[in-house]
């Protein structure tokens, strides 16, 4: 049985892909060869399991093994790794950039990492092993080694000459780095800007001293917010000294910045940013329960303040069928409040700075929409509850304002003071604010309605 693929196949799919795999491996790898990393890394993620993915990475070439599975998730990346041998890992690291293979030996265990490092040809091995050393979510940790530098005494035709013939092998090569004769890095040149400059001219006459440029140790952070700030293709990485050292690219940084959404994401909603798909049940069970079991005490001290207030539900039902609504608006306009500000701290936006600015706008619109919304509930109650009239609705209409207004004022201040306290904002905001608008909305409606109704 002959099995044809052609480019034309646009509805080709993992069950295509491992039904060939079965039959004629050698045909798919073929047919691999000609995709794109990312269109391979779906394919492994659509399969159902690991032994399916396992069959279709025997047909994955070599060259391209690395740059697909650095497309998978880290839980699944580090599965499937756990499988192979170190002179496998070696033969896919020997086909890519050194801040990626530092990425992928970083997701075996160490002993793997060393042999394998071990194993790689004497250049490879000087480039890999000083990245390896530097923590993963530093600039030093995002860099890679290959870029084109020059000294700061030569002319022009010289680089265009050195460039000509050293650097066809590196990647996304945008800038010339200029250095001193002690590698210290001195100015950065577009290649745009080179082609158009005289052959007897100086480098150093023409570049830029005053190029962004980020220290090995810096956060990852604060690199993304260096890209977006001076719109650069590439950064230089420098030592304590100035010394060049490596270079961040665009990619490795809008990588990042999807690292830290989705890690700001998952905390917002009291999850792990490790919180995948491919992680096993057991481990995220426990991971989510931690936080179920936070968000339970803070549900239960809620409960206690209404049980305060048991003799005036019995005489007044009407309270136990409203009280969600005050709670439920409160928590709603806390997390607007909370997100704008999280993202704001994020971004560098807000600080401790321009705090006191932050909280007097979000407290205002808290006081505007709890005006606002205000009316409306306690019209609607007035007509509702008719027994009741005039005087529940002013209650709810009350208590509504009251908690919309701290729900704004807390959802600025509690990640305010958390970056404060160098607590990460959106680990523990979304569970505090909770917790007060609950506390505030039901004593609020409850207190009022215990004081002027009863």
Request: aromatic share 6%.
């Amino acid at each position: 049985m002959t099995t044809e693929l052609s480019e034309q196949d646009t509805a080709f799919g993992v069950d295509d892909a491992l039904a060939v795999a079965k039959i004629e491996p050698e045909v798919l790898k073929a047919r691999f060869a000609e995709m794109h990393s990312s269109e391979l890394a779906e394919l492994l993620l659509a399969c159902r399991d690991d032994k399916q993915r396992r069959l279709l990475i025997a047909c994955i070439p070599d060259d391209m093994l690395g740059d697909t599975l650095l497309e998978l998730p880290e839980g699944m990346q580090e599965g499937l790794l756990a499988d192979f041998k170190a002179q496998q890992i070696g033969e896919v690291v020997e086909h890519l950039d050194s801040d990626d293979a530092t990425d992928l030996l970083q997701a075996v265990d160490k002993d793997v990492a060393d042999e394998v490092i071990d194993s790689l040809e004497p250049d490879d091995r000087r480039e890999i092993e000083p990245l390896m050393a530097h923590d993963e979510e530093t600039a030093g940790g995002l860099m890679q080694v290959e870029l084109f530098k020059v000294r700061d005494d030569w002319q022009v035709g010289k680089v265009m000459e050195v460039l000509r013939r050293w650097s066809k092998d590196i990647d996304n090569l945008n800038y010339v780095y200029v250095v001193d004769a002690e590698d210290r890095l001195v100015s950065v040149l577009s290649l745009h800007r080179l082609l158009f400059i005289e052959p007897d001219v100086c480098i150093a006459d023409v570049a830029d001293a005053s190029f962004p440029r980020v220290v090995s140790n810096q956060d990852q952070e604060e690199v993304t917010k260096v890209f977006e700030k001076y719109n650069v293709l590439a950064l230089p990485v420098v030592d304590e000294q100035g010394v060049l050292i490596g270079r961040i690219t665009a990619d490795d940084v809008i990588d990042v910045i999807q690292e830290e959404a989705t890690e700001d994401m998952y905390r917002l909603a009291a999850l792990s940013e490790q919180d995948d798909m491919a992680e096993p049940v057991k481990k995220t069970a426990w991971r989510r329960g931690v936080w179920l079991a936070v968000n339970l005490v803070t549900a239960i001290l809620a409960s206690v303040v209404i049980a305060q207030f048991q003799s005036t539900i019995s005489h007044i039902v009407a309270l136990a069928v409203l009280m969600p609504i005050v709670a439920s608006m409160g928590g709603i306009a806390g997390t607007q409040t909370l997100t704008v500000i999280v993202r704001g701290i994020a971004l560098g936006r807000v600080t401790y700075a321009n705090a006191k600015r932050a909280l007097m706008k979000e407290t205002l619109v808290g006081l505007l929409t709890g005006l606002t919304f205000a009316l409306v509930i306690g019209a609607v109650v007035s007509f509702w509850f008719p027994q009741w009239g005039i005087d529940l609705g002013l209650v709810i209409a009350a208590a509504m304002m009251i908690n919309l207004c701290v729900a704004g004022l807390a959802g600025a201040l509690i990640p305010l003071t958390l970056q404060r306290l160098h607590i990460d904002p959106a680990l523990a905001s979304g569970t505090i604010l909770t917790t007060v608008t609950d506390v505030v909305g039901f004593l609020s409606f409850l207190g009022l309605a215990t004081i002027f109704l009863l």
